[in-house]
C-alpha cells in the first residue's frame, strides 16, 4: 500500500468523521468530559458490568450500562495475562488483560470491579470502561527475573497501581 492511498484514507476517515459530528451536533462543548474510572466512588454494580472503579465503581444498583462505542483494544504482548496486587503497594485485586485489548478486574470479596478495553503503547495505557469512562496514564513492565514480572501504571489523575504476574 502506497503513501497516497493511506493519506486518501485518513482523509475519507477525518471527513466522515466530521460529517458524523456536524450532523449530530456535538461539538467540543457538547462533548462528555472524560471520566477518571479508577477513582469513581460507589459500592454496587451495575448488572451489565461495571467500570474500573477503585472502589467498586460503577453507577448505582441494576440495570446496564448504556451502549457506548469503545475503542479497539490494543496491548504489546508482554503485558497480556492475569496479574495481582493493587493500588500502591495494596493487594487482593486481579487484573486480567487478553490480547484483543480487554481487561476485567476483581477484588477478593467483591467480584468483578471494572471491565473494559485497555488501549496501550511503549510508555502510555489508557482503561476504558462501558460507560464511557476513561483512565488514562503510563505504565512501567519490569521482568526482575527468577519468573517475577512486575506491571505498574501511573494514573493521571488517580495514582500508582502495581501487579505481579500470576
Avoid at 479508577?38 to 454494580?45: D, E, I, K, P, V
Avoid at 470491579?113 to 512501567?140: K, L
Wanted: net charge negative; charged share 15%; aromatic share 10%.
Amino acid at each position: 500500500m502506497g503513501t497516497n492511498s493511506t493519506v486518501r484514507k485518513i482523509s475519507a476517515v477525518v471527513v466522515l468523521s466530521l460529517a458524523v459530528a456536524a450532523f449530530t451536533g456535538c461539538t467540543a462543548e457538547t462533548a462528555a468530559p472524560p471520566v477518571d474510572v479508577f477513582t469513581q466512588s460507589g459500592n454496587s454494580l451495575p448488572a451489565g458490568g461495571g467500570s474500573a472503579g477503585g472502589n467498586g465503581g460503577g453507577g448505582g444498583a441494576g440495570g446496564d450500562w448504556p451502549a457506548v462505542a469503545l475503542p479497539a483494544g490494543q496491548v504489546p504482548a508482554f503485558i497480556v495475562g492475569d496479574w495481582s496486587g493493587g493500588e500502591g503497594a495494596g493487594k487482593g485485586e486481579k487484573l486480567q488483560i487478553a490480547s484483543d485489548g480487554s481487561y476485567r478486574r476483581s477484588r477478593t470479596g467483591y467480584g468483578v470491579i471494572g471491565q473494559g478495553v485497555v488501549v496501550a503503547d511503549t510508555h502510555r495505557i489508557a482503561f476504558f470502561g462501558p460507560d464511557g469512562s476513561q483512565a488514562p496514564g503510563s505504565y512501567e513492565y519490569v521482568d526482575a527475573g527468577g519468573g517475577i514480572e512486575v506491571l505498574s501504571f501511573t494514573f493521571d489523575n488517580d495514582g500508582y497501581y502495581s501487579y505481579v504476574r500470576i
